[in-house]
């Protein structure tokens, strides 16, 4: 194989992966920004025991405040989404075998899911789940009952990794949130 041909190869193969890929969340989403814009004056970030910490490698939870008092929570993060299985939980992810997406989760004063949403979708196959219809499953969940691909949330046909993912990561980071 001659070296032009090993050249674009790795071009073609790493280069674009480089290109798309983002070391840290973004928790600041303008698509946050301009859903808040009228209800808070600041996002203060929650002191997360140790104890919780592990749970939540890639994100963040914050009050939303305004002048006088905490109005809502939010907790922005990623998701990642194996190319081959998923692998959600903590630790489970091996460097250059998961791909990702960042999203927010607005809840309000009760602790309840007020809005997903999906700010910077990474993975190749899957992009169904970041559409409003289909996130607005969520909306009311407390973290008292199930959540569950197939009973409480509908599954998407070539978009199973992504579902799965969001969907166990939203349980579990109500979960957190109720702990809080």
């Known amino acids: 194989m001659g070296i032009f041909k090993v050249l674009f190869i790795i071009n073609l193969v790493f280069v674009p992966n480089l290109l798309l890929s983002q070391d840290e969340v973004d928790y600041q989403p303008k698509m946050l920004e301009k859903l808040l814009k009228d209800d808070f004056n600041r996002?203060?970030?929650i002191e997360i025991r140790d104890s919780l910490k592990q749970l939540i490698p890639n994100g963040k939870f914050f009050e939303v405040r305004n002048?006088?008092?905490a109005i809502k929570?939010?907790?922005i993060g990623r998701v990642n989404s194996c190319r081959a299985g998923?692998?959600?939980s903590p630790g489970a992810v091996s460097a250059?075998?998961?791909?990702?997406f960042d999203y927010f989760i607005l809840f309000d004063n009760k602790k309840a899911v007020q809005l997903v949403k999906v700010f910077n979708y990474q993975a190749t196959k899957g992009q169904e789940v970041t559409a409003r219809s289909w996130l607005?499953?969520?909306?009311g969940f407390q973290g008292e009952s199930d959540l569950l691909v197939g009973k409480q949330?509908?599954?998407?046909s070539g978009a199973t990794v992504s579902v799965e993912?969001?969907?166990t990561d939203i349980k579990l980071k109500t979960e957190i949130l109720n702990k809080l």
């Open 43 to 45: 996002l203060e970030e």
């Open 67 to 69: 002048e006088r008092s």
């Open 73 to 75: 929570t939010v907790y």
């Open 86 to 88: 998923g692998c959600s």
């Open 96 to 100: 250059g075998s998961s791909e990702y």
């Open 136 to 139: 607005k499953q969520f909306i």
């Open 153 to 156: 949330i509908d599954g998407i």
């Open 165 to 167: 993912s969001i969907t």
